[in-house]
């Protein structure tokens, strides 16, 4: 695999710029569902006019930002993941590891229970887990050691 | 040459027993071990002999009392997969059982002889292990195993004999194979209490351990090279340790130590706790399966080994209980066989009770010539090729082997000096006349049996000028092992040894008394939390299974410290599940894309190719 450099001197792996590449996917994904709830009640039409609380409860306006915002989150916390995994800190890859599988639990209850999964997202967490596999991937991050072995 | 003057040695006149006696080891046991080398006499007179017919029968040949190493020895003829064996202990009551096994607790309080088992094997393996070792304990329920009331009640008797006469028995055997003289020492036990007092695989009535010591002759001296010892899970060149491997040898007063396991007797070279790892009987199909998918993991998906269907069991062989041998608080018996001692070649049953149990693990041993099959054992009839020696030379041997071989490859090569220009010449020749008889047609037949000979000519030189270009490198290899024995310089002691059997590190966990008790009660939790889930929510099963086992398998590797490596392989896991589903669901898009890259590859490089 071809390897480009990053300004520390360390070597990057092609696998990690397919991990990038994955999130930033993933950070287009989570904008557009962060903007379909709003766009589905109009309610960025209604920004001003519309209550999000009513009697103490969530109205479908209410609902719709903060179902919204909950994505806008993701995807802001998606970047800051990026960031940190372009410098290859390494709690950046347990991060992304655990993000990914819990992703993928959540993929799989979706497909297997409700038949609504995002096929995108479940192909996107499949390249980024194979990719933060890679035993060089691992070694940069130093999660396995030069000989193989696990670092704890 | 090597220097032996600092060596222990034994004139080369010594008897078998002088021998013997000179290098017996000091057997070095675990605080806990109940059971000690014990003399086969006094044991058979405490034993009925059985037969266990093909249908499935067992008939007494000689009952208890009445029994003898002569009696052992009579001729009795057997129909075709009839077993012959000895009883220690006779079927028990279930008063006689509880019995047994309430005065085994009061005999070990009163000896002080309490194994102390510091952390559990259950904790030093990780939770599919775990489930893996479950299955395993459910297959002893179907598979014959020794009850414990029969180990109680053969610590009882072996104690009750022990005390009448305290004698520690080896038996000793003395061969000379290939210039080798082969020093074996076998010790008998009366029960193997590996799992029933150790937390280990298994419990068998009698047990028969063997260590053997090479030693060569130099100017009418014997002088001890090898020590091998046998062992769990390892063979070959494995075995043995070199005498002057202080490393891996501990040696008193030129008396090898050997640190044996509790229960297990295994015979180890280093004190410590070993991990064994016994796999999991499963039928071939499933192993088969069980294989590929490893060697997916690893090779496809490059990660670290790991076999759930094993099991760690842990030998402790740490040394500090009591110990036998020269300058130690107990001396040998030692006992001289060969061959011709009927009862090591009469008898070719086994030398307590058989389990039938299938995989083997509980029955009783064979004696030290005979596998359970009643085949001959390898150990006793190849000492040398058991722990690899078959092609190694002693040592005062080897230089003299070394500089034959190397004059007998230096004459070839002379012979390929003058033999190969003389081909090469021919060849020539031969070549000449083949051109001569181009053009002419008349002369087909005969061109084309000389182009068929000049063929053979030029393979034949091809393969002299290999094997010339092949025996100089030889040569230089072994003209530089010559200068190494010339100059006394040793080997690496280590450097035959594929896999060394190395004590476990003392594991610090975190947390370690809480890991401790999550592993011997999580899989009761888990079975418990699955349960409700049947009761509680059904429709959700499979989901809820899928996620107590992440939530147990997490919990786990939190207490165990490998947060990081749990979190990789079940992701990894889902990985590989998400991409079978995404495979199913969009094989046509998938095929398509293939397709379209393909021809894209394709199509730019024949465009470079007419570009260029």
Not at chain 2, 260 to 265: E, I, L, V, Y
Request: hydrophobic share 45%; charged share 20%.
């Amino acid at each position: 695999m071809g390897k480009k450099k990053n300004k520390t001197g360390e070597k990057r792996p092609v696998a990690v710029t397919v991990i990038a590449i994955g999130i930033v996917v993933l950070f287009f994904v989570r904008i557009y569902q962060s903007i379909k709830p709003l766009a589905e009640e109009n309610s960025l039409r209604n920004m001003q006019t519309e209550p999000i609380f009513l009697d103490g409860i969530l109205t479908p306006h209410g609902q719709a930002v903060l179902e919204s915002l909950l994505y806008l989150i993701l995807a802001i916390g998606l970047i800051i993941v990026l960031l940190g995994f372009l410098r290859m800190r390494r709690w950046t890859w347990v991060f992304l590891m655990a993000w990914v599988g819990f992703s993928m639990v959540v993929g799989l209850e979706d497909y297997f229970y409700f038949g609504d999964p995002n096929f995108v997202i479940m192909a996107s967490d499949v390249v980024i887990a194979f990719a933060l596999s890679q035993a060089d991937v691992q070694r940069i991050f130093k999660i396995r050691s030069d000989t193989g072995e696990d670092i704890i | 040459m090597k220097t032996s003057s600092d060596r222990v040695f034994m004139p080369v006149k010594s008897t078998d027993t002088e021998l013997l006696r000179r290098f017996e080891p000091v057997v070095k046991y675990t605080k806990g071990e109940q059971f000690f080398p014990f003399d086969v006499d006094r044991y058979v007179s405490e034993c009925s002999l059985w037969a266990h017919y093909p249908d499935g029968r067992e008939e007494p040949l000689v009952p208890q009392n009445e029994m003898s190493l002569e009696k052992l020895v009579e001729e009795r003829p057997a129909t075709f997969g009839t077993i012959h064996f000895l009883r220690f202990i006779e079927t028990l009551s279930l008063s006689e059982s509880a019995l047994a096994l309430t005065q085994q607790s009061r005999l070990r309080r009163k000896l002080h002889n309490q194994f102390h088992v510091g952390m559990g094997r259950l904790a030093r393996g990780g939770f599919l292990a775990r489930i893996t070792d479950a299955l395993f304990s459910l297959s002893l329920l179907m598979r014959g195993k020794v009850s414990p009331a029969t180990a109680a009640a053969a610590e009882l008797t072996y104690e009750r004999m022990h005390e009448k006469e305290e004698k520690y028995t080896y038996y000793g055997r003395v061969v000379r194979q290939n210039g080798w003289i082969v020093l074996q020492y076998w010790f008998f036990f009366c029960y193997n209490s590996w799992r029933s007092g150790f937390h280990g695989v298994n419990d068998h009535e009698s047990d028969w351990e063997m260590i053997t010591l090479y030693l060569y002759e130099e100017n009418e001296k014997l002088y001890p090279e090898w020590a091998a010892y046998a062992s769990h899970d390892f063979h070959g060149d494995d075995l043995r340790r070199r005498w002057d491997d202080s490393d891996q040898l501990d040696i008193i007063n030129g008396h090898p130590v050997v640190y044996a396991g509790a229960g297990s007797h295994a015979s180890y070279f280093r004190p410590g706790e070993y991990q064994a790892e016994v796999s999991l009987p499963l039928p071939t199909w499933l192993s088969g399966i069980t294989k590929a998918l490893n060697k997916f993991w690893t090779d496809s998906l490059g990660q670290p080994e790991g076999n759930p269907f094993r099991i760690p069991f842990v030998d402790f062989a740490r040394g500090d209980g009591l110990s036998i041998g020269d300058e130690q608080e107990h001396a040998w018996s030692p006992v001289v066989i060969d061959d011709s001692v009927l009862w090591v070649s009469q008898y070719r049953g086994l030398w307590g009770l058989f389990a039938r149990d299938p995989v083997s693990g509980e029955n009783a041993p064979a004696g030290p010539m005979y596998n359970r099959d009643g085949s001959p054992r390898s150990s006793w009839y190849d000492p040398l090729g058991f722990a690899g020696l078959d092609k190694t030379p002693p040592p005062p041997q080897a230089l003299k082997l070394l500089m034959d071989n190397n004059a007998e490859i230096n004459q070839r090569q002379q012979e390929l000096n003058t033999l190969i220009p003389q081909k090469a010449a021919e060849l020539q020749v031969m070549g000449m006349k083949l051109k001569g008889l181009e053009d002419h047609p008349h002369l087909a037949k005969i061109y084309a049996l000389l182009q068929k000979r000049i063929n053979t000519s030029a393979e034949e030189l091809k393969n002299l000028r290999r094997e010339r270009m092949e025996n100089g490198a030889l040569m230089q290899g072994l003209s530089q092992r010559l200068k190494q024995i010339e100059a006394g310089i040793e080997d690496n002691p280590h450097a035959h040894i594929q896999h060394m059997a190395v004590p476990v590190e003392s594991v610090e966990m975190r947390h370690a008394r809480a890991a401790e008790t999550w592993a011997a009660i999580s899989l009761s939790l888990m079975f418990f939390a699955i349960a409700a889930l049947v009761f509680l929510a059904p429709a959700y099963f499979w989901a809820g299974v899928a996620a107590i086992l992440i939530l147990f398998v997490v919990v786990e590797s939190i207490l165990r410290g490998a947060f990081i490596q749990t979190v990789a392989r079940v992701t990894l896991i889902l990985a590989l599940i998400t991409s079978v589903i995404l495979v199913i669901e969009f094989w046509k898009i998938i095929l398509v894309a293939l397709l379209v890259i393909l021809g894209i590859f394709l199509m730019a490089q024949r465009l470079r190719e007419l570009a260029n």
